[in-house]
């Protein structure tokens, strides 16, 4: 189950110890954020019709019409969350998620009642709801990358770290973690976008390296097979065959150079 991190509530204005303001030019532009849901009469949140989220440039207003029912973060605590839980906050055209549908009907209920609600349970259930909301984001955004392969920057270093470690056999979740995307997304991405799985890519650099290896040094055939993370000539050849029809050896007589 997934870990909830701590996320520091900012402190009111009131408590924070005052301090002469920075020049506008000074000051970043900082997101807030703000989930939308519908309210259907006295029922609540209408779970029939999704909500949405989106990053706002300014402070968000506390409701957008009166069949909505806004929950706003400000900057700070959305920082935040994206700090403490290493995710981004996106905006999201539709949230259909019954879990998110669920607090935020929680939410709902405290402030719309009567009583004051109690601050901290109030608090606690936006924080569940805006790391809710994070998960959202980032599932989205893999399935989203995932379907049309990898985003070039996804695709540039993966392949650069293949490239960078030619002489061992690298891990499905290693690439996948570098390009912030899990194991089974990265693995459909990546072959939609280099025409191969990573495993077998690496192996096409392998052998296209052992044949520069071959026609350009002196290097002893199993040095060449250890160099491109092959155990044994006879791995490195087997492979070489496939490839290219003919062994090492009868390569190195046809292409060596000099």
């Given at each position: 189950m997934t870990q909830l991190a701590t996320i520091p509530i900012p402190r009111p204005a009131q408590d924070r110890p005052a301090s002469a303001p920075a020049p506008l030019a000074a000051v970043p532009r900082r997101d807030h954020a703000l989930a939308l849901f519908r309210v259907s009469g006295s029922e609540g949140i209408d779970r029939r019709v999704a909500g949405r989220a989106?990053?706002?440039?300014?402070?968000?207003?506390?409701?957008?019409?009166?069949?909505?029912?806004?929950?706003?973060?400000?900057?700070?605590?959305?920082?935040?969350?994206?700090?403490?839980?290493?995710?981004?906050?996106?905006?999201?055209?539709?949230?259909?998620?019954?879990?998110?549908h669920t607090l935020a009907a929680m939410i709902h209920t405290l402030v719309a009642g009567e009583a004051v609600?109690?601050?901290?349970?109030?608090?606690?259930?936006?924080?569940?709801?805006l790391w809710?909301?994070?998960?959202?984001?980032?599932?989205?955004?893999?399935?989203?990358?995932?379907?049309?392969?990898?985003?070039?920057?996804?695709?540039?270093?993966?392949?650069?770290?293949?490239?960078?470690?030619?002489?061992?056999?690298?891990?499905?979740?290693?690439?996948?973690?570098?390009?912030?995307?899990?194991?089974?997304?990265?693995?459909?991405?990546?072959?939609?976008?280099?025409?191969?799985p990573?495993?077998?890519?690496?192996?096409?650099?392998?052998?296209a390296r052992a044949a520069e290896l071959l026609a350009a040094s002196d290097m002893r055939i199993i040095e060449v097979a250890l160099a491109v993370g092959y155990e044994t000539p006879q791995a490195l050849a087997r492979v070489f065959v496939q490839q290219h029809g003919m062994t090492p050896s009868e390569w190195r007589r046809r292409h060596a150079r000099g």
């Open positions: 989106l990053r706002v440039a300014g402070p968000p207003a506390p409701t957008e019409g009166s069949n909505w029912f806004a929950i706003a973060f400000d900057a700070a605590f959305l920082a935040a969350a994206e700090s403490a839980h290493a995710m981004r906050f996106e905006p999201l055209p539709a949230i259909t998620d019954p879990e998110a609600p109690d601050p901290l349970l109030l608090e606690s259930l936006r924080h569940v709801l809710r909301l994070l998960l959202l984001a980032g599932e989205r955004r893999q399935q989203g990358e995932a379907r049309g392969g990898l985003a070039p920057w996804q695709a540039r270093r993966t392949a650069d770290f293949l490239a960078a470690n030619i002489e061992r056999r690298v891990p499905l979740g290693e690439l996948a973690a570098i390009a912030r995307l899990s194991p089974f997304h990265f693995s459909r991405a990546f072959a939609r976008t280099m025409g191969m990573p495993y077998r890519y690496q192996q096409q650099l392998r052998i």
